[in-house]
């Protein structure tokens, strides 16, 4: 058997998340999109697919890594070009190459980062509309305190229980993550003038939905419709009751995944 180490990227928006769940799902998921092409280059020959992260529907990814093993002799670089010969547009290989039999992709990373996008300005650009999220800061919609958002962003750093941002999960053994980073960055790379920021968290593993929970309690935090001891109560404390919705899954993206 040969084994081979791929990093992906793709815009999550018009998938059902990562996982194949099979024919009774409304959208197609990005590693079926991935199983379907793997069969024509693979021809029938058996072969399997593992991946570091199962992001939801909608997320987006620049780094997600997975493992291919397969009986086909092939190299590893013209499998990425086969690959992405055949893949939607939407989804790409960005780097291919051999790996050990031995790596498991999800329990040997060491950490993981990602970016939650939003933008601030009264109206949005269309043009983002797929690839972040809409936050205005307005007297109508309220205000948004970015500064009290980037001194809450400290709370969520270091090992907590992470059950009051995160959906239940009784499969789930421990809600304890760890968060090794987590602030709010002004960008403008994108040259559109916008008021562009991100949520940076990098942490050793996370939780279904828990970025999306932080992010949505630091929008909450940011308009004053809760408080920074809410936060703190809720990383202390199980709470049944979510203290903001979850942001929506458009501005999220898988950036790294480090091993």
Known sequence: MYYHRLVLSYRG?????????????????????????????????????????????????????????????????????????????????????????????NKDSINKEYHYYFCTDTIHNPVFNDIMA?????????????????????????????????????????????????EIVQTQALMFGNNVYYIKIVGTGFLRYMVRYIAGALFALGRKLISMNDISEALLHHKEEKLSPRAKSRGLHLINISY
């Open 13 to 105: 928006i018009n998938y059902f998340g990562w996982q194949d769940l099979g024919t009774s799902q409304e959208k197609i998921s990005v590693e079926s999109s991935i199983r379907k092409v793997l069969t024509k280059i693979c021809k029938d020959k058996p072969y399997s697919l593992s991946a570091a992260s199962r992001t939801d529907a909608g997320v987006h990814a620049q780094g997600q890594v997975i493992k291919i093993t397969m009986s086909l002799l092939i190299d590893s670089k013209k499998l990425m070009l086969g690959m992405n010969s055949l893949l939607p547009n939407d989804i790409r290989v960005l780097k291919s190459e051999l790996c050990s039999s031995e790596l498991n992709v």
């Open 134 to 182: 809409h936050v205005p800061s307005t007297s109508k919609a309220g205000t948004l305190d970015i500064e009290s958002m980037q001194e809450v962003c400290k709370l969520f750093v270091g090992e907590h229980d992470f059950y009051s941002f995160a959906k239940r999960d009784k499969n789930m053994n421990s809600t304890f993550r760890t968060v090794l980073s987590c």
